[in-house]
């Protein structure tokens, strides 16, 4: 069994919208699924003005888990510019309809704002307080993206980790996985670094010290922090196995997904055990996700 725990998709009213923005249609995600060898996955829903012109309701995700409920799994999503930009919006009542609906978690939370802006921080304390786990991105201050702003060493991310202990935070992105390695700076950080890792990575510091830090391998990102060195990714693996999750990231039909061969070539060289394997497909999220 594979569980994807980070895909886009949406349900289309007209064609045309493909005009403007190529998303999977369900079809294309379970197809691409069935080819993979994944049983289910997570769709999450795409609520913020930073990453496209045609957004996505949290309903919309509902109404797809409601047509194929044994193959998608709902998450709810947020800006946390929600309600008249206030740093003190009231999210609960939204959060608990929806993990009540059966979304079971929230993201990806890609409000372009910086981890400790007010709104942020307040956002997260309602998160946590419905106790769904957050999956995010992370960005810089200087490329415009979309993602929680940080600095090339996540200190405002070791800042939410502390401040919120019970929120379960799901990494992902270029400027997380780069700290895998010591050798993340402000001018490789939210690229594809290359080469050994070498010590003193940030991010391994960030899970020894804070156990509510999960890992999401999907997209590029992901697939070149484990690949880069795999004699170092594949011990990675192994000694986050109970914080590792599955994903590929597919946001388009065609798109290529080495996450499968990747986590086979880890079993297979012996540095992954097959208890480790079967946690980071999917136990661990039947764990956090309460399937």
């Not at 769709?43 to 496209?52: K, Q, S």
């Not at 800006?79 to 206030?86: C, G, K, S, T, V």
């Not at 939370?109 to 419905?130: C, I, T, Y």
């Not at 079993?267 to 480790?276: H, I």
Request: net charge negative; aromatic share 10%.
């Amino acid at each position: 069994m594979i569980i994807d725990i980070h895909t886009h998709s949406i349900l289309l009213n007209d064609p045309r919208q493909r005009a403007i923005a190529r998303w999977t249609s369900p079809e294309e995600l379970l197809a691409m699924w069935d080819e993979l060898g994944i049983t289910r996955g997570v769709v999450l829903p795409l609520v913020h003005h930073e990453i496209g012109a045609i957004l996505q309701t949290n309903e919309n995700v509902l109404d797809m888990a409601a047509r194929w409920p044994d193959r998608i799994i709902p998450f709810c999503n947020f800006d946390a510019r929600w309600h008249y930009n206030h740093p003190g919006a009231d999210f609960t009542p939204a959060l608990e309809h929806y993990k009540s609906l059966g979304c079971k978690g929230v993201g990806e939370f890609v409000s372009n704002l910086w981890w400790d802006d007010d709104r942020v921080l307040n956002f997260l304390s309602h998160v946590e307080k419905a106790g769904l786990p957050l999956l995010f991105h992370v960005a810089s201050q200087e490329r415009g993206q979309y993602g929680l702003i940080d600095d090339y060493r996540l200190t405002k991310l070791e800042l939410v980790l502390r401040r919120f202990p019970r929120l379960q935070f799901i990494g992902h992105s270029m400027g997380f996985w780069s700290n895998i390695s010591g050798d993340a700076n402000e001018e490789n950080w939210m690229g594809y670094p290359g080469g050994p890792v070498t010590p003193g990575g940030r991010l391994i510091e960030l899970l020894n010290t804070y156990d509510n830090l999960w890992c999401d391998i999907s997209a590029g990102s992901g697939n070149n922090a484990l690949t880069r060195d795999p004699e170092f990714g594949f011990r990675f693996l192994e000694q986050f196995q109970n914080r590792i999750l599955f994903g590929t990231d597919i946001c388009g039909p065609g798109q290529e997904v080495p996450q499968v061969n990747t986590l086979n070539a880890a079993l297979a060289s012996g540095l992954l055990s097959r208890t480790a394997y079967e946690k980071i497909c999917f136990r661990n999220a039947v764990e956090l996700l309460g399937l």
